[in-house]
């Protein structure tokens, strides 16, 4: 897979670190098909097409903080869908996982960003009504691990 050939939507105007969370979603839907060591699917997903204009750190810090905390953030939006976490299809299960990711361990980023660029990322490469799925999780995740944030954003 070195040839460049993988590539993230090819919609323009995207921030490097959205482009970095798409490649991240592949690399995490990659890591849930074929249950390959993220080390690979790092040097798979580096070399993609693209890749130059995503921000290569968050991209980083996203795919192995994710698969490293995989079993903990699942535990986490386990309890808030209405489905095994097995059922979930993997670009749900995979937007699930960044989110997750995000809202627990990126704290510089307002809890509103993290779902709306999940959103962004279901709508991109989901079903058709996967982006309201992990709209509801990550909402209801939100207001459990950040609740302080949560509360002050009603209030306005």
Do not use: C
């Amino acid at each position: 897979m070195t040839d460049k050939i993988l590539h993230a939507n090819p919609s323009k105007n995207r921030t490097p670190r959205h482009r970095a969370r798409e490649f991240a979603l592949q690399g995490l839907y990659q890591w849930l098909l074929n249950n390959e060591d993220a080390a690979t699917v790092v040097n798979n997903i580096r070399a993609a097409h693209g890749f130059d204009k995503a921000d290569g750190d968050h991209f980083t810090v996203l795919l192995y903080g994710a698969i490293k905390d995989s079993v903990a953030l699942r535990e986490s939006f386990a309890p808030l869908v209405d489905r095994g976490v097995a059922e979930l299809s993997p670009i749900e299960h995979a937007v699930l996982l960044i989110g997750a990711f995000e809202l627990k361990n990126n704290l510089e980023i307002p809890y509103r960003v993290v779902i709306n660029e999940a959103v962004e990322l279901t709508k991109s490469f989901g079903g058709i009504d996967g982006h309201k799925y992990v709209n509801g999780v990550l909402d209801k995740l939100a207001a459990r691990v950040r609740p302080d944030e949560v509360a002050a954003d009603k209030k306005r």
